[in-house]
């Protein structure tokens, strides 16, 4: 597909454009949550579970992911397990470990809200050249990094 042509814009535009994605998508995730009976911070670990795929991750990876400590990751863990969720599994490598999977039926219902939103998201790509796409996930990628790192240096309080 070839680029359209796209209006000029600042990068102050630019600024502006994405926080107003990232409030849209706070308070979407906020009642998305709210639709799948968790809380946003139990959302994101799941989602977190749910990336890792079959390189199940421990308690320690997904409080380090949610920027919390271990012991609220427990926490985290402990209502997912009991939502359905979430099982717990030792880790074949270290006894004193434990690594934590998704339940199939869970990834279901969970993936079951968004895909409308991947469908809708999907045709917006349509809009973009392979080279505009290949732009857009090199600046998610480096954004999210820049994001991480930021959040690690200035707003960790461990």
Known sequence: MQAKPRPAATPEQAL???DHLIAT?????HEIAQQVGLSVTDLTCFAYVIEAGENLPTAGDLAARVHVTTGAVTGILNRLERAGYITRRPDPTDRRRIRVAARP???ARVREVYEPYYVRLTQLFA??????????KDW???A??????????????D
């Open 144 to 157: 999210s990094a820049l994001a991480a790192d930021y959040l690690e240096g200035h707003c960790r309080n």
């Open 25 to 29: 998508h706070l308070v979407g995730q």
């Open 105 to 107: 039926d869970a990834v």
């Open 140 to 142: 998610f990628t480096r």
């Open 127 to 136: 809009d973009y050249s392979s080279d505009e796409i290949a732009v857009l």
């Open 16 to 18: 502006s454009a994405m």
